[in-house]
C-alpha cells in the first residue's frame, strides 16, 4: 500500500539515516511504517546526560499535514512532559508545519529537555522544582536518567 | 484562490551541431586568442545523434535556502520539484510549482492540501508562516541557455 503518508515517512527514514542528527535515533517498526520507536540521549554537560528516553510516534494518513502523536515510554520528570508521557510542545500542537520530518522532531523534543517551557507546565511538580528548587530538581533529574538505563529489565 | 504556476522552462536542445559533418576541438578554440585561424578541424564524421533536452522548473535561487540541494525538493513531500506531488501520476505540467508572496515554492498540490488542512480563514506558509497568498507568475530568466552538448556519435 502506498501512500503520501508512507511516502513521505520512508523519505524521513533515509534522510534520518543518511544525514543523522545527533543525540537522537527512530526507526519504524518492522510491520507498520507509521509507527515509530524512537530513543532521545539526554544532552552532555546537562542533568539529562547519560539518559537514554524511548519514544513512541504514531503518523496519521494526514501526516506531513498533521503531526504525529509523539509519547515517551521512559519515565519523564520535566515541566512540559505528562506523566503518561504525552508532550506539551507547541511544534506538536498548533504550530506544526509540513516542512517538519522525524529529525527536527526529535531535535525539538531533544532541546525542550534542557529548555523547558514554563508557560505551559505539563507536570505541575517538576514545574515548581523547576522553578523554585533547581537543586532538587536536577536531583530528581538525576533520579530519571539512572531509571532510564535499567527499564528495560524490569 | 487562483494559483498561477511559474512559466516552465521551454525545453533546451543541447546539440549545437545539427549543419555540421565536424567540429572544432574547443580546447583549441579558447587558447587560440592570437590568431582565430589556428582553428583545427577535425577528421571526424558525424553519423548520427540524439538530441537531449531538459526541463527544470526554474525555481532554484527563488527559494532562500538556496545553499545546498535542498532547494530542489519540495520541502513539505520532500520529492523533487521535477517529480511527482503525492497523488499525480505524472511530473509536469500535472504538477505544477507554485510560488507564495513571500517567494516560497512547493507542488501545488502539497501547498493545496496543507492550506485546506488548517482549516482556517487565514492559512500560513508552511515554511515562513506568513499568511499565504499565490505569487504572481514568474518569468524565468533562463540562465544557462548555452548548455553542455551532449552528443552520441
Not at chain 1, 507536570?123 to 515548581?128: L, T
Not at chain 2, 535561487?61 to 499525480?88: K, L, R, W, Y
Request: net charge negative; glycine share 6%; aromatic share 10%.
Amino acid at each position: 500500500m502506498s501512500t503520501s503518508a508512507r511516502r513521505r515517512l520512508l523519505r524521513d527514514f533515509r534522510r534520518l539515516q543518511n544525514d543523522p542528527p545527533s543525540g537522537v535515533t527512530g526507526a519504524p517498526m518492522d510491520t507498520n511504517i507509521m509507527l515509530w520507536q524512537a530513543v532521545i540521549f539526554g544532552p552532555d554537560d546537562t542533568p539529562w546526560e547519560g539518559g537514554t528516553f524511548k519514544l513512541v510516534l504514531e503518523f496519521t494518513e494526514d501526516y506531513p499535514n498533521k503531526a504525529p502523536s509523539v509519547r515517551f515510554l521512559t519515565k519523564m520528570f520535566h515541566p512540559n512532559i505528562y506523566n503518561d508521557g504525552q508532550i506539551c510542545l507547541d511544534i506538536l500542537q498548533n504550530q506544526w508545519s509540513p516542512i517538519y520530518d522525524i529529525s527536527a522532531i526529535l531535535t525539538s523534543i531533544q532541546s525542550l529537555l534542557c529548555d523547558p517551557n514554563p508557560a505551559s507546565p505539563a507536570n505541575s511538580e517538576a514545574s515548581r522544582l523547576y522553578n523554585e528548587n533547581r537543586r532538587e530538581y536536577n536531583r530528581r533529574v538525576r533520579e530519571i536518567v539512572e531509571q532510564s538505563w535499567v527499564e528495560d529489565e524490569s | 484562490m487562483d494559483p498561477p504556476p511559474p512559466r516552465r522552462r521551454s525545453p533546451r536542445y543541447h546539440n549545437q551541431l545539427s549543419n555540421n559533418n565536424s567540429f572544432s576541438s574547443p580546447g583549441k578554440k579558447t587558447n587560440s586568442s592570437s590568431n582565430a585561424g589556428t582553428e583545427t578541424k577535425l577528421k571526424i564524421k558525424i553519423k548520427r545523434y540524439h538530441g537531449v533536452a531538459k526541463w527544470t522548473w526554474g525555481v532554484s535561487g527563488f527559494n532562500n535556502d538556496d545553499d545546498d540541494d535542498e532547494d530542489e525538493v519540495c520541502i513539505v513531500c520532500q520529492s523533487a520539484f521535477e517529480g511527482c506531488a503525492p497523488g499525480v501520476k505524472y511530473p509536469g505540467d500535472e504538477s505544477p510549482v507554485v510560488f507564495g508572496k513571500c517567494k516560497h515554492a512547493f507542488h501545488l498540490q502539497c501547498v493545496s492540501t496543507w492550506l485546506q488542512s488548517q482549516n482556517s480563514n487565514n492559512p500560513t506558509c508552511p515554511t515562513c508562516r506568513q499568511e499565504w497568498e499565490f505569487g504572481a507568475e514568474r518569468t524565468v530568466v533562463d540562465d544557462d541557455a548555452e548548455g553542455e552538448e551532449s552528443v552520441d556519435v
